[in-house]
Nanobody, 122 residues
Framework: QVPLVESGGGLVRPGDSLRLSCAAS????????MGWFRQAPGKEREFVAIVDWTGYNTYYADSVKDRFTISRDNAKNTLDLQMNSLKPEDTAVYSC???????????????WGQGTQVTVSS
C-alpha cells in the first residue's frame, strides 16, 4: 500500500495555476515534516518545498519562491502545493514525501507517493 497519494497534476499553459494535493493512506504523518519534490526527464529529483510538522515553518527552492505555496492540514492528514505563474521549466513529475526531519534532501525522506505529472506547455 502506497503511504501517500498525489493528485491534481495535468497539462497547463505558461502563466496558469495548478494545485497539487497529497493524502496519507493507511497511516498518519502527524509529527513528520512533509515536502514536495520534482523530477524532470534526464534530471535528478530536486527539492521544491517543505513544511515542518507544525505547519508554520515553510521552505522553498529559489526557483519556485513567491510562486508556489505549500500547506498542510494535520487534522485531514493532507498536504497541498499551490502553484502559480507556472513556467515550462516547472514541467516534471511531482512527488510528496514525509520525513522525521525538516530536510531538503530527498534521501532523508522515508515515505513517498507515486508522483503526479505536471506539464507546462503552450
Amino acid at each position: 500500500q502506497v503511504p501517500l497519494v498525489e493528485s491534481g497534476g495535468g497539462l497547463v499553459r505558461p502563466g496558469d495555476s495548478l494545485r497539487l494535493s497529497c493524502a496519507a493512506s493507511g497511516r498518519t504523518f502527524t509529527g513528520y515534516a512533509m515536502g514536495w519534490f520534482r523530477q524532470a526527464p534526464g534530471k535528478e529529483r530536486e527539492f521544491v518545498a517543505i513544511v515542518d510538522w507544525t505547519g508554520y515553518n515553510t521552505y522553498y527552492a529559489d526557483s519556485v519562491k513567491d510562486r508556489f505555496t505549500i500547506s498542510r492540514d494535520n487534522a485531514k492528514n493532507t498536504l497541498d502545493l499551490q502553484m502559480n505563474s507556472l513556467k515550462p521549466e516547472d514541467t516534471a513529475v511531482y512527488s510528496c514525501a514525509a520525513s522525521g526531519s525538516s530536510s531538503f534532501s530527498p534521501d532523508d525522506y522515508d515515505y513517498w507517493g507515486q508522483g503526479t505529472q505536471v506539464t507546462v506547455s503552450s
